[in-house]
């Protein structure tokens, strides 16, 4: 699976300046720099997903004493924002996270167990997660795994025939 999933918490903008070896410094300026506060999610490898599996991928929050779960990011490394679900079907739990100001006032320091994510939310999602989209260069990478997948959804799905109403 090519891609890592996180919950943007808070935006940061800290000005940083450099004190190390002044021959690799290119300037003893501070300079601004934009850091992303972030919460992980990890993926689900229980649950079978994919075009093949005719599945949304599914995503939880790590568990709180992850040493993984929370993380600073450049926000230059984020391709874009994704559509989670929550699986309504598995509810809520407070087991992940204690009481934290990382979730939002509604969410009464409970987190929904796993989310789905939603490749079809627009025609720049699926062709992400399908493979072969134009401008896609992030991507190009994994587009033999990608529509590898989907088509073996091609060669073993069923056909249906469709009627006319009546």
């Known amino acids: 699976h090519p891609y890592w999933y996180a919950r943007v918490i808070r935006i940061f903008h800290v000005n940083v300046r450099y004190y190390g070896d002044s021959s690799n410094a290119p300037s003893r300026d501070s300079q601004r720099m934009n850091v992303l506060f972030v919460r992980w999610f990890g993926r689900d490898t229980a649950h079978s997903a994919g075009f093949s599996a005719r599945r949304l991928y599914r995503v939880g929050f790590l ?30 739990t407070p087991e992940y996270l204690g009481p934290s100001f990382v979730r ?7 987190d929904w167990r796993t989310f789905d994510v939603n490749m079809f939310v627009d025609r720049d999602m699926f062709m992400r997660f399908r493979g072969g989209g134009v401008g896609h260069t992030i991507s190009r990478q994994w587009n033999t795994f990608l529509q590898a997948d ?8 069923e056909t249906f025939e469709l009627r006319p109403e009546e």
């Open 63 to 92: 568990t709180e004493d992850d040493p993984d779960a929370f993380g600073f990011l450049d926000p230059d490394l984020v391709i874009r924002g994704v559509h989670l679900i929550p699986a309504f079907s598995e509810g809520r």
């Open 104 to 110: 939002p006032e509604e969410d009464q320091d409970e």
């Open 150 to 157: 989907c088509q073996e959804l091609r060669e073993n799905d």
